[in-house]
T-cell receptor, first 115, second 112 residues
Framework: ETGVTQSPTHLIKTRGQQVTLRCSSQ?????VSWYQQALGQGPQFIFQ???????GRGNFPPRFSGLQFPNYSSELNVNALELDDSALYLC??????????????FGPGTRLLVL | GDSVTQMEGPVTLSEEAFLTINCTYTATGYPSLFWYVQYPGEGLQLLLK?????DKGSNKGFEATYRKETTSFHLEKGSVQVSDSAVYFCALIKYNNNDMRFGAGTRLTVKP
């Protein structure tokens, strides 16, 4: 158990809808990263939040957005859902120190199905 | 850009067999290297890591050595068990970066 929790565990939406996924980071961690894992593939970096600000973004469109709260928990929001957004969404927490960050620890994921 | 290449699976072994899963990377600078394991229906669990050349990461009988000269981080275990059946991901991240790069994963099935 990493201490990283995500909710919900599963979600079914239809095309065009919006979804919000939630992540609570491990105690003492100040950084949250989000990844999308399509079936049979490795995770792809969406973005990272540190000190409540976006701290890097992968190759994902603006309809993927996020927040980080003062308690370091985070949300991933996806607008105008498309069928290809169906995937496992993973949250990872870590500690960012001066000069860089430490190991990322992953939550169990939220499986999103878009119909 | 930075990337990780893993041997394609699936890999099927008998219990107590020796396991090697190859991983090579391309990166500028000096990345940290990781192996994560994913059991069916679950998230990723950190298996082991190495942060500099010649470091050996080890955990639960698994080992991997950071080889800068061959840009490799191969995962090995001397005697696999049925409970080791899972998907294994090799990954890298640079200390001043935030984007962890993963390989495509290698599915391991261990038969009794």
């Amino acid at each position: 158990e990493t201490g990283v929790t995500q909710s919900p565990t599963h979600l079914i939406k239809t095309r065009g809808q919006q979804v919000t996924l939630r992540c609570s980071s491990q105690s003492g961690h100040n950084t949250v990263s989000w990844y999308q894992q399509a079936l049979g593939q490795g995770p792809q970096f969406i973005f990272q939040y540190y000190r409540e600000e976006e701290n890097g973004r992968g190759n994902f469109p603006p309809r993927f957005s996020g927040l980080q709260f003062p308690n370091y928990s985070s949300e991933l929001n996806v607008n105008a859902l498309e069928l290809d957004d169906s995937a496992l969404y993973l949250c990872a927490s870590s500690v960012t120190l001066a000069g860089g960050q430490e190991t990322q620890y992953f939550g169990p994921g939220t499986r999103l199905l878009v119909l | 850009g930075d990337s990780v290449t893993q041997m394609e699976g699936p890999v099927t072994l008998s219990e107590e067999a020796f396991l090697t899963i190859n991983c090579t990377y391309t990166a500028t600078g000096y990345p940290s290297l990781f192996w994560y394991v994913q059991y069916p229906g679950e998230g990723l669990q950190l298996l082991l890591k190495a942060t500099k050349a010649d470091d050996k990461g080890s955990n639960k009988g698994f080992e991997a050595t950071y080889r800068k000269e061959t840009t490799s981080f191969h995962l090995e275990k001397g005697s696999v068990q049925v409970s080791d059946s899972a998907v294994y991901f090799c990954a890298l991240i640079k200390y001043n970066n935030n984007d962890m790069r993963f390989g495509a994963g290698t599915r391991l099935t261990v038969k009794p």
